[in-house]
Structure formats: structure tokens, C-alpha cells
């Protein structure tokens, strides 16, 4: 006996939550594109989506966010520093690959300093998974030793029913048992089967690459320029990627008030390394390519002990020249270490 | 022989001889319907080259790499008309020397592509004229007109409703044969012209600034539409600035290698006193 929410309790579940204070947050379909965005009844969310174009870190680290704030008076100067948004949220419908990417980047935010804007959103939002019953040509969750039923990062993970009319619910955390304690009247016990999972082919064979990776006179093989010929130095696989961090510091105004944000930075642009001097250490996309994969699989688990890519493959999917690191993997697979 | 069969072995026929160092082309991609640049630099390489109606991007962009065409020696490129247009105003606008470019040019619709006369972007001249020419009589973009229809209110929310989702990533701009400047307006921070920001100004700003910059300059290629991972409808932009600039000034981009940028020069009859 396992318990099962059926879809047609969905839209009390959304009523419940928003009255208990939350914010209900799920996967949205609007015209040509598709977001992890706020909705009000459960006819707004669309399971259908393999991933929504943007994963779920703008939800927790946002593109643009302002930190600290200044206004210089006659007298004295103030300033005024910003806290995260205190907002209690549930997500209900995250992919698995997206609820991963946020426990790969904890211990990152968490490292040297604890990121209080992404922690107290990370405190205080439930996250829903959905196991992946469909997957497309660009999936890669099995390459890097996750699954289409991953639970890492997650708070729940549902299961959906082979008779399509709901989800099994398995609450994995503390955090998840409190939300759905809120909608327990609403679950049932049920003996359904889980529909089938999505079949996730490997594509590459990440032992090898990454012993291919570890060896220093790899850094400078030729290889790096072939692969990256037709990059063309956009953000957009950093961008969506769900667990790319980095960012850069901006101050927006004038000499009398202002604000100093937080926005997403991307390796791939060349003035992210650009020295006042003029002087750039990655002056060529190759060598910021490099960057991209060694810091993911190299770099970053050097530190934190897991790689920092969930397999999303939004990286390839939304690249306008097709490029990825699902091509760039699969090339260094078959290289010698 | 098919088209893709023809030119491949033009392709070889080129590299062998040595008129061309590299040639830049098409492959197959991660999926069917997918094709990714492909750049040839032996005669035996030719054999990854793809050519078919999927091979939609404009390629022109890859001319203008820092060092590419430096040793004066020439590149092929396989073009579309738009492309062709793009090898024009780049020209025009001294960014490349027409005569390195060799232009493998084709044209075609969803179902078949078929191969185009000509050699430099010069040979192409007959074949742009007419799509000027049929440029004011073309079926235009529906969602175009909508938007056209639309009050002055409307039109702003529909525009920062797209542009809510811009994430700066800046992939139109990278896809962007016409964005070739080695630092852009918005990279440029001392002083910050622009914000970086990705909030609902910095988002307005930079695709405003864009589409001016692209004003009388856009071939109409779709690369920053496609290119776009939120797919905000960019190429109504543009579409919408070149009717404008075809309406008042005459001006359809790249018809030559000598071609004056629309904005960027003057008539001395000019009827407006602004002028001079």
C-alpha cells in the first residue's frame, strides 16, 4: 500500500497551499515558451513539458538581485542592505535533473560564506519532483549517474500512475512530510502501478572522462580548439544551466543613490576574465570552453566531491550551433587518457 | 548527382587547388532536423558536409572571427541569399574583403534546396535585386500585423511581457552576423552605458539598443530568433525596422559591397533641415 494523490485533488491541493501562505510554483506552457512560474489553480501547470527552458535556479539564485543600497544626503550617507524576499514556496512539478542541480550548488553556496539569499530560499521552498515518464534526444541524467526517479534535492518525489490519473507520493523529507501533512485528507491508499520510466540511453562514459580531465597535459591539447570551433561566445547553456553560479557584481545609478546587484556572469563571455590591464588569461573561446567543462567535471568535484552538471542537456538542446556537453563528452570518452 | 553531392565535390575541387584554405559549411546535428556549422579544411573532410533544407543557419558571422581572414587568403562559405546580403554589408561597412570570400551559394524551401550561380557576392547582384523588388508585395509576418494593430499600450505590454523572459545571455547578439563589434556597447563599463541588469529596464534597454543597431543592417536571417533559448519573437523586431527603413529611405540591406549604411550617411537634398 503506498499513498497516491490523484490528479483531480490537485486543484484542492493548490488551494490549500495558497491558503496556508504558500507560493505554488510549477511547470508552465505559455505560447512558444515554457518557465517554472507562480500558479493559482492546478489547470495552470503543464506535466507535459520534458523541462521548461529555464531550470529552476533563477528560482533560488535569480539573474539580477540587489544586495546593498546607497543615498547620499547633505548630511550623512545611508545605506540600506536588501534581504532575500521571505516567501514560503512549494514547487510542484520539478524534473529531478533541476531539484539535483540545487543540491549540487549547496555546498558551494555554503563554502567559504554561507549566501543567505540562497539559503533562506532554499529553507523555506518545498520541492515537488515528478519522475520523468518521457524524456527527449537531449536528456542525459543517466550519463552523469542520476535517474530519471532521482530524488536527490528533492523534498518529494512523485511517481506518476500508469493509468495517468495521479502520482504516487514518496515524502522524503521533513520539509516535504510538513507540506503535504497540509493536503494529508486529500491522498488516498491505492495499490496502482508507477507508469514506466523515461529510458535514458548513456551517452558517454564519465569514469573516462573524467581520467582524461585529471590529466594536467590534457590542458593543452588541440582538442580544445577542434570541438569549440563554431562556439560563438553566447550565456545561453550557462544561463540555463542548472547549476552554472557564477556571478558578477554591478552597481546601477549615480553619485547620490544607487544599488549594488548580483547578476548571472557567464565563462563564456571573454570579459569575464577581461584584467583592467587589457590583459585576458582566456582570451579565446576554446580556452573558455575548456574552462566551462573542466570546472564541471574537474575543478568543481576537486572541491565538493560531485560533478556540477545534472544532466538536463539544456546545454545542447537550446545551443544555437548544437554544440554541449553531452558532444564534448562523448569526444573526450573516446580519447586516451 | 544532387545538389549536397556537387558541392562537395566543388568543395574538394576548391581545397585541392588551393583557392580556398577552409570552407565553411554544414553537418549533421544531434538530432534529424538539426544541422551545425562545419568547417573543412582537407579535400577528405568534405565527406561530413550536409546540404539540405535544414541548413538554415546564416554563416556569415564565422568571416568576421578575429584573425580569420588576415593572411588574405580566401574562404568558401555556403550562403543563402540573406547570407549573401550579410557578405554585402559587411563589406560595405569594411569589416571583410569580398574578394576572399568565395560564396557557395543555395536557396530553396522547406522541402529541397537548390544550388545558385555565382561565385563572389558581386555575381549575386541580379538575385537581391529581385527580392528587393518583391520585397513590398511579400506575404507579411502575421503576428506583425497583430502587433501592428495593436494601440501604443498594448504594443509596450506585449513587448515587456517577451522581454520579461530575456535572460541577457546574449545570444542574439553572438548569432548576429551584424554584431560584429569586438566590444559592444553593453560590455563596455567604463563608464556602464548600459545596464547589465536583467530586470524589466536592462532587458528593455538592451533589445531597444539592438534593434536600432540592426536598423537598415538586418538581412532578415532569423539567426537571433532561432538562437534565442527563451524564444522571445526577435525577428518581428527587425522585420518590423527593415519595412521601416524600405518605406522612408528606399533602403534594402546588403544589395552591394558598396552600399551606404542608411544611418550612417546623408543626401545634401535631403528635404529634412536637420540635415545640414
Redesign the interface.
Known sequence: MTRILLSDKLDNCVARWRKAGLTVIGPVKKE??S?YAAVEKAADFDFGIVLP??SIK?LFFP??EPMTGYTIKKQDIVTNDFAPPAEKRIIFGARPCDASGLAIDDPLFGWDYKDDFWFQRRNETVIVTIACTKAD??CMCTSLKLAPDSTKGSDVLLRPLQNNKGWLVEELTDRGREAFKEIADLLQDGSEQAAPLAVVPEKFNLDACVAWLKNPENFDSTFWKEIS??C?????C???CPTCHCF?F?D?GDTYSGIR?K??D?CS?S?FTMHTSGHNPRSTQSARWRQRIMHKFNYFPGKFSVNSCSGCG?C?R?C?????I??TLQAISTLKP | MSIQEQYKKRVREILSSGAVKMVIGYQAGTTADRRRPLFIRTPEEAEKLVLDSACIANLSGYLVTEGLLSDEKSVGIFLRPDGIRSINILAAEAQLNPEQVVILGFDGNEKEVTALQGEKAKDFTAIIASIKEHAPSAPRNPQLEQIEKMSPKERFEFWQAEFSRCIKCYACRQACPMCYCRRCIVDSNQPQWVNTSSHTLGNLEWNVVRAFHLSGRCVGCGNCDRACPVNIPLRLINAKMAGEVLGAFDHFAGMSETQEPVLASFKKDDSETFIL
Open positions: 512558444t515558451s518557465s527552458d529555464c533563477g539573474q539580477t534526444n537531449f570551433m563554431r560563438i561566445g553566447c550565456g545561453s550557462t544561463f540555463l558578477d554591478q546601477e546587484r547578476n548571472w557567464s563571455f570579459l539544456r545542447t537550446q544555437p550551433v548544437d554544440m554541449g553531452t558532444e
